[in-house]
């Protein structure tokens, strides 16, 4: 079965650190890697997302930075705030499928 | 503003009950999709639909069934509720092209006494 490996499950980062949660993929042609980000009551929102033709994006704070051959992505947050506080979501959607396969989720917490 | 909406946010029913949960989009998209949210287990795909009356399985489909009459509503039926389907379940939405972001509702948190 098709599979995202998320890790690390939960992550403490001090306020202005750099946040960094990875991901891996396996075997199959992805080729789009969004990210979600859900506050607790809410559903997961689009953050940031790329495509395997490029290596890195950035959106204010938050990059992605995407390792093809080593079939690995990852987001980092930098300047953390608590207001980042939230469950994070890698994700990767087949070739020419509209559909997502999700990570397990990374619960972070930004200390004050 | 993009909109999907969750007709019910906390529901309890009780084991063997059919359960409804709806979802309604505003964006008029082609795409809905039903996941359960699990702790440790990220979200799985239940069912998708890519068009009025058409669907297609999804990761996890045993126990559920979903209805789609209209483009903009998205139904998924517990046949007979079990207290293994208490989970957070989340509908999207996107267009019909690959790669497109899937908006969410936020939730519905079903428990199954």
């Known amino acids: 079965q098709q599979q995202v490996k998320q890790s690390p499950q939960s992550l403490i980062v001090q306020k202005g650190g750099i946040s960094i949660i990875n991901c891996a993929y396996e075997?199959?042609?992805?080729?789009?890697f969004p990210w979600y980000q859900q506050f607790p009551g809410k559903g997961p929102a689009l953050l940031i997302a790329?495509?395997?033709?490029?290596s890195e994006k950035k959106e204010g704070r938050f990059t992605i930075s995407f390792n093809k051959s080593a079939k690995q992505f990852s987001l980092h947050i930098m300047d953390s705030q608590p207001g980042d506080s939230a469950t994070y979501f890698c994700?990767?959607?087949?070739?020419?499928?509209?559909?997502?396969?999700f990570g397990t989720g990374t619960r972070l917490k930004v200390l004050a | 503003d993009v909109k999907v909406t969750q007709s019910s946010r906390y529901l309890v029913k009780r084991t063997g009950e059919k359960v409804f949960l709806e979802c309604v989009q505003d964006?008029?998209?082609?795409?809905m999709f039903w996941y359960r949210q699990d702790p440790g287990l990220g979200l799985r795909l239940i069912y998708f639909?890519?068009?009025?009356?058409?669907?297609e399985k999804g990761d996890i489909p045993e126990g559920y069934s979903v209805s789609r009459e209209k483009k903009e509503r998205f139904s998924l039926i517990l046949e007979s509720a079990s207290t293994n389907q208490t989970s957070m379940y989340l509908c999207?939405?996107?267009?019909?092209?690959?790669?497109?972001?899937?908006?969410f509702g936020d939730g519905t948190r079903l428990s199954i006494l």
């Open positions: 999207a939405s996107s267009l019909w092209t690959p790669n497109q972001p899937q908006h």
């Open positions: 075997n199959t042609a992805f080729d789009y």
């Open positions: 790329i495509r395997p033709d490029v």
């Open positions: 994700a990767a959607s087949p070739s020419g499928t509209y559909k997502y396969i």
């Open positions: 964006m008029d998209h082609e795409n």
């Open positions: 639909s890519y068009d009025v009356k058409m669907k």
